[in-house]
């Protein structure tokens, strides 16, 4: 019994992540990500700076 019960929720849970389906569209994915596709910056310049003094 406990070997059926395991069974079927194993079904239940994979028939579960198998039918759910995204509600968004290719292009709303891609317009998400040209809006997220900005750099992590205040727009201050900093200069790079070698951490070990190239020899």
């Known amino acids: ?3 059926t019960l395991a069974i079927m929720a194993v079904l239940v849970f994979g028939m579960g992540m198998i039918s759910c389906e995204a509600d968004t569209s290719v292009e709303d994915t891609e ?9 992590a910056t205040d727009g ?12």
Do not use: P, Y
Request: glycine share 8%.
């Open 1 to 3: 019994m406990k070997k």
């Open 31 to 39: 317009a998400l990500f040209e809006t997220l596709d900005t750099d």
């Open 44 to 55: 201050d310049v900093t200069e790079s700076e070698e951490r070990d003094g190239g020899s």
